[in-house]
């Protein structure tokens, strides 16, 4: 009996999952870890206490593989993206705890190279919006404020690493400098055409190539575990960035093909094939997968308010009691009676890139009750959803299937509205671990334990499905109201 081990390293747990030669998942281990908040808009995580709970998780793991009599063959990893450590090539000892995507201290830094003309330079390069989120200026900050830092980079004596790339040379035991294509496009220094870090990047922020990893391909050698360190020899053969490891999960492997996550957030990925599509609506382009040195490019958007709009209605209105709840509520009215929410708590993502932008509710009358709200904001959900989807079908004139995940996917009456505004079907498996699966496959290809992707399309999985009922004269008024909606929040 084999198994695989799913290093699944989120922005608040580090998780391990073991997968069978079915697909199935037969164990999880997970901690959660502590975020650091140093000032208003800063965010960072200790990359000690990230890797010891990522390794207590897999010996969790390795234990009860050992109890079965069963064998752990590979390890997949996939991680929350961007994250950005440095750390002493002879010790192991990072310099300055990791800075975690969802940091804004280079926000300032941004806009100055915005204001510079390095966006179109940015774009062309790497894909990406010129933007805090990514790894770039995070790593900049640190070689630029931490006493000493530069030169030591200089002399060598400095490496830099996503999660991905820290956990691997930490289960290496520090004989491993590696990451992934999906992980590196997102770091905002690397050229997703040539497939090389972008010298000219480099040199613009200051940043010693010599520190940076290896780049292979998710599925493959990346380095064999350390005894010492885990307690087994295990080879790591599969990688990628979480929401990568998610299309993979999903088997979205079609061009065309989309996976949306109903999660706090929203996140959508398009596998656009081999085609690297500059997006004209906004969307992110990035490399969804690179197995045997052929790369998959995807298109890559973004709902800020998610799943967060129902946690808002439980705790900031205190009008729903539970999440779960909102299935029923939602059914008991025909409709929202003309209401629309536009949850721009934070602003807008894709595809209007508006961070004034605030929340807006909108259409009552005296007849307005509690459901209709509710109603709305699971509406919500669909509609900007929607936005995202239509972007990407306008940049490639192509949808395939769309497979979700996430929370907020348990919902019925959402996913049917979904596909309602869609007109296109939605399928939703029964299993619902699509990132920790898409690790696992990454790396079960690579082991042998399943041959080809067909092989993976061909495990057990079963699917809820969610057909298009609405006929497109409804369906095109309801967009209509969300969109004027939309323009009055967005003034
Ligand atoms: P994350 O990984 O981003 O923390 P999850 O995938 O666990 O998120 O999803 C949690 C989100 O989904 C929460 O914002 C919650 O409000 C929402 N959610 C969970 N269950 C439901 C449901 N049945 N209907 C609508 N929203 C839900």
New binding site residues.
């Given amino acids: 009996m084999q198994y695989i081990l799913s290093l699944d390293q989120g922005t608040t747990s580090s998780r391990a999952v073991l997968f069978d030669a079915q697909g199935a998942k037969v164990y999880a281990a997970q901690y959660e870890f502590p975020q650091i908040y140093p000032q208003p808009g800063w965010v960072e995580h200790d990359p000690e206490v990230i890797f010891e709970t990522q390794l207590r998780a897999a010996k969790d793991c390795l234990a009860y593989a050992e109890q079965q009599g069963a064998e752990v063959a590979a390890i997949g990893i996939t991680n929350q993206r961007e994250t950005t450590t440095v750390w002493d090539k002879a010790t192991g000892k990072p310099v300055y705890n990791a800075i975690v995507w969802q940091c804004r201290r280079t926000a300032d830094t941004c806009a100055a190279m915005a204001a510079e003309g390095r966006t179109d330079f940015v774009r062309e390069k790497t894909g990406l919006v010129l933007d805090a989120y990514f790894s770039a200026t995070k790593l900049q900050w640190i070689l630029r404020n931490v006493p000493g830092v530069m030169e030591r980079a200089q002399r060598g004596e400095l490496l830099f690493g996503t999660i991905d790339t820290w956990l691997i040379y930490k289960l290496t035991g520090g004989r491993t400098h590696v990451t992934d294509r999906t992980n590196s496009s997102r770091t905002m220094l690397y050229n997703i055409h040539t497939l090389q870090w972008d010298a000219e990047i480099l040199d613009y922020l200051g940043i010693p190539a010599c520190m940076l990893p290896d780049v292979c391909d998710c599925s493959g050698d990346l380095g064999m575990t350390n005894v010492a360190v885990l307690g087994a020899e295990i080879p790591v053969c599969g990688c990628a960035g979480d929401q990568q490891a998610a299309l993979f999960g999903q088997c979205c492997f079609r061009p065309g093909d989309v996976k949306n ?5 929203g996140f959508l990925l398009m596998n656009t094939g081999e085609l690297c599509t500059e997006s004209k609506n906004g969307l992110l382009t990035t490399i969804g997968c690179s197995i045997g040195g052929k790369v998959t490019y995807a298109l890559e958007g973004s709902v800020f308010v998610s ?2 709009v ?2 808002w209605l439980r705790d900031g209105l205190q009008l729903i009691e539970s ?2 709840e ?2 029923a509520i939602a059914h008991s009215v025909p409709d929202t009676g003309g209401v629309y929410f536009v949850p721009a708590f934070v602003g807008l993502g894709t595809p209007y890139w508006d961070s004034e932008a605030r929340g807006l509710l909108c259409g009552m009358t005296r007849g307005t009750g509690r459901a209709h709200i509710v109603r709305a904001a ?1 509406e919500a959900i669909a509609y900007q959803t929607a936005d995202v989807i239509r972007a990407m079908e306008q940049d490639t004139a192509m949808l395939g299937t769309i497979k979700v995940d ?3 996917s ?2 019925g009456f ?1 996913m049917q509205f979904q596909a309602d505004l869609l007109g296109q079907r939605i399928l939703r498996p029964d299993n619902v671990e699509s990132t920790a699966a898409g690790a696992a496959f990454l790396a079960g290809l690579a082991c042998g334990m399943w041959k080809d992707p067909a092989a993976l399309e061909q495990l057990p999985q079963g699917f809820t499905e969610y057909r298009p009922a609405m006929d497109a004269a409804e369906r095109d008024a309801l967009l209509n109201g969300w969109h004027t909606a939309v323009k009055r929040c967005t003034l």
């Fill in positions: 996550t109903y999660g706090t957030g799943g967060a129902i946690q999440a779960a909102t299935e699971l996430g929370g907020a348990q919902n959402l």
